[in-house]
């Protein structure tokens, strides 16, 4: 299998919840050139999963064995038999035509790549004052804790290589007796994001521009995701202070020329 313009072999990976009105539209959209398209259902009580196979009618359907975002997004990652993989919502806010973007940074040398809405070219008609406000706290906090650069610390628009799947650790996706656990939910994008610079992985920003979604409304609640978010950001800090096998150094990076800036984890 090859990808996008003839490189790395990509799936791509769509979380979805009851989104019979919007998942078409993403799937039409799609660059040409993905190798392996996989969504990842919530429980669906629409024709969400219908509508998905009516487009692409070999996308692999996986259903979930926990609840929430994160624990779609896993088992996603864990399903995919790609070089490269690809997340993108399911809501029609993302720009399928970003995806080139996200591979060319890889192409650069980047393991691990995330849209950000708040560099130059990017940008949203969705996120609320408030957000903003709380996203841009966020990424102070992880920048003063880990040493790094991002710049939109909670967006869902990633990119990886499939052997740095390994490094996030993630928790069995396809345990059902777990119960719900810490990195099932929203908190994913945060814990993916420090898991990759914990890991010293090669992390690069591109710009994205968010849209409202196409319909319905959002699972987002800014006040209850954020502190889930915070709390990731508490715990993978106190983590690193108590390990003693702690990477020498960590990685950030941001498009400006798709340049990786290594640093130090011990520099101010």
């Known amino acids: 299998m090859r990808g996008l313009q003839g490189g790395a072999s990509v799936s791509l990976v769509v979380p979805t919840f009851n989104e019979e009105l919007n998942v078409g539209h993403v799937l039409e959209a799609l660059p ?3 190798d392996e398209f996989i969504l990842v259902d919530g429980g ?8 998905a196979r009516d487009v692409i009618p070999d996308i692999v359907v996986i259903q979930q064995a926990r609840r929430g975002k994160g624990n779609a997004l896993v088992a996603g990652f864990a399903s995919a038999s790609c070089e490269r993989i690809v997340a993108i919502d399911a809501d029609g806010s993302m720009d399928p035509a970003e995806i080139a973007a996200f591979l060319s940074a890889m192409d650069d040398g980047a393991e691990y790549v995330r849209g950000s809405r708040f560099l130059p070219g990017g940008g949203s008609t969705d996120i609320t004052r408030l957000r903003t406000l709380g996203n841009h706290f966020l990424n102070g906090i992880a920048n003063a804790f880990f040493r790094t ?3 939109d610390l909670c967006y869902g628009f990633n990119a990886m290589t499939k052997e740095s799947v390994e490094a996030f650790d993630f928790p069995d996706p396809f345990n059902s007796s777990l119960g719900h656990v810490w990195g099932d939910g929203f908190e994913i994008e945060t814990m993916m994001s420090i898991r990759a610079v914990k890991a010293g992985l090669k992390i690069a920003e591109v710009p994205s521009f968010e849209a409202d979604r196409l319909n319905g409304e959002s699972n987002l609640n800014t006040f209850r995701d954020g502190g889930r978010c915070l709390r990731t950001l508490i715990v993978e800090r106190m983590s690193v202070a108590r390990s003693a096998g702690a990477p020498d150094s960590f990685w950030n990076a941001r ?4 340049t990786l800036h290594r640093r130090g984890l011990g520099q101010a």
């Open 255 to 258: 498009t400006a020329g798709n």
């Open 44 to 51: 669906s009580t629409d024709g969400t999963v219908g509508v």
């Open 149 to 151: 650069a991002y710049t």
């Open 32 to 34: 040409p050139g993905i």
